[in-house]
């Protein structure tokens, strides 16, 4: 099996089972995305432990891009706080756009979003959960569109 396959098999999984997926009760802060490029929603709803992602959900309806990259995100930014948050979507975005960008190891299996690049205009739909998550992180309460 090469990279590409393994890749591919981890967007399949996380969007056929998406991580961390529903409401989160009590929540610190939720912001709402759009990508109506695509339809992607979702809505990003997570619990602050001083400035550390304590617990973190999405829910939603997209492509399976959307939905994977969300479900990804979850897992990798549960228990970080906002500077490595911030550090870790600066990794994330470059990935996405930047054809010279390495899977950094830092990513974990948020490198499987690489193969995303070929397609720009997919490009939007992984990056959303991202947005969306800073917005709420931000704000508190927020909705963001990614036109
Ligand atoms: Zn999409």
Redesign the pocket.
Known sequence: MDLKDLYRDVILDHNKHPRNFGVLEGSDAHADGH?P????RLTVSLRLTGDRISDIRFEGK??A??TASASLMTEAVKGKDRAAVQALFERVHALLTDDAATADPALGKLAALSGVREFPA?V??AS?CWHTLNAALESGDATVSTE
């Open positions: 990508n490029l695509c339809g992607d997209g492509c891009i959307s997919r939007k739909c959303l």
